[in-house]
């Protein structure tokens, strides 16, 4: 498989993490579907200054007693048609390693999308600054969470035998929030993103959870024309299961397919999310967890995840790949278990997941 010249560029800010995967494996039958969107956010957790305690919240069992911390990140007013992106690095000073069994997000009009990334900065960075979209993910950094709604959640499910999946941070877990911003307005928005880590204690059992982040960059879309991406496929990691998915296209997408099964042509495939509106994809669970088996040695499952992009170019100019709003992707996140770390897929070629 060949890159093109816009998918170099973003394999060069990936090189020290990418190596060649295989393409497609064999089909068999499906053995699992989606169950829905996730809902809106729950309560307002510890301000900002620290962790907070409580015996729980809501309807929500982590299977120990939770720990909250919530981080904000307020940018200037923008002013009407002004996009930006800007980040922040903070200290989540949580006092000992822990789980996240929760994440939930708050947005506020003009929020096109929050990033919150792991980070291995040991000092706080605290002023929004200007920053390239998705710069955690191109340069190497681990994700936690892509907030795209007014309102999201995530919660953490219990595997196959009943034990919580949670993704592990270590103690003072220092963090990245990236906050893409774009005032579509006629009047000047003050635009605010709150994240929310529900945490449960190291000394809690738990099946350990990561990431991975698969897409193309293989996009040209005419002036004043539609263009898809054709049915695309890759392989899982061998042995994992994912339990959440969302997709993320910008102002041009008009829709994101994503399909479980062996291959892109795979006659069995099942559809597990169909992202319709590209500023409010929905966070899609997975009750059982798409299952990908072993196969033999090899590192990736005969079973993948096929998807599809199309857009509707409405301007009068050609439209490429690119991280800017009037640029456009055509990827997808997912949460699986067990973690064989963060992995990046794109256009087939993926990192080794760590």
């Not at 200290?91 to 506020?108: F, T």
């Not at 996009?219 to 998915?245: E, K, M, S, Y």
């Amino acid at each position: 498989m060949q890159f093109s010249r816009v998918a170099l560029l973003v394999a060069s800010s990936l090189l020290p993490f990418l190596s060649l995967a295989a393409a497609c494996g064999s089909s068999t039958t499906p053995s699992a579907g989606s169950t829905g969107s996730a809902g809106g956010a729950g309560g307002a957790g510890a301000g900002g200054t620290g962790p907070a305690t409580s015996s729980g919240t809501g309807d929500f069992d982590a299977g120990a007693t939770i720990t909250t911390i919530a981080r904000n990140m307020s940018p200037d007013t923008v002013q009407p048609g002004k996009e930006n992106t800007q980040c922040i690095t903070v200290n989540l000073n949580n006092p000992e390693g822990a789980y996240v069994r929760r994440v939930r997000a708050d947005l506020s009009t003009g929020s096109h999308h929050m990033v919150v990334y792991t980070s291995s900065k040991t000092v706080e960075d605290p002023v929004p600054k200007d920053c390239q979209p998705f710069s955690g993910i191109l340069n190497g950094e681990h994700p936690i969470f892509i907030a795209q709604q007014p309102q999201a959640k995530l919660e953490f499910p219990t595997d196959e035998n009943g034990t919580p999946v949670g993704f592990e941070i270590p103690p003072h877990q220092m963090v990245k929030i990236e906050m893409h911003y774009i005032d579509t307005t006629q009047f000047p928005l003050s635009v605010m993103g709150k994240i929310s880590f529900d945490t449960v204690p190291l000394s809690t059992k738990v099946t350990k959870s990561d990431l991975a982040f698969w897409g193309t960059t293989t996009i040209n879309i005419p002036a004043n024309g539609t263009a898809d991406t054709g049915v695309l496929f890759q392989n899982a990691l061998a042995g994992t299961r994912t339990f959440a998915l969302t997709t993320h296209q910008h102002q041009l997408g008009t829709e994101m397919r994503v399909w479980y099964g062996g291959s892109a042509t795979d006659p069995n495939r099942v559809q597990v999310a169909d992202g319709k509106s590209w500023s409010d994809p929905p966070v899609e669970l997975f009750t059982p967890a798409l299952d990908f088996p072993k196969n033999g040695n090899s590192s990736l499952s005969a079973k993948g995840l096929a998807f599809e992009c199309t857009w509707n170019n409405t301007t009068p100019n050609p439209v490429t790949f690119g991280e800017g709003f009037n640029d456009e992707m055509c990827f997808l996140w997912q949460y699986y278990y067990p973690s064989q770390g963060f992995q990046v897929c794109v256009n087939g070629f993926c990192n080794k997941a760590q």
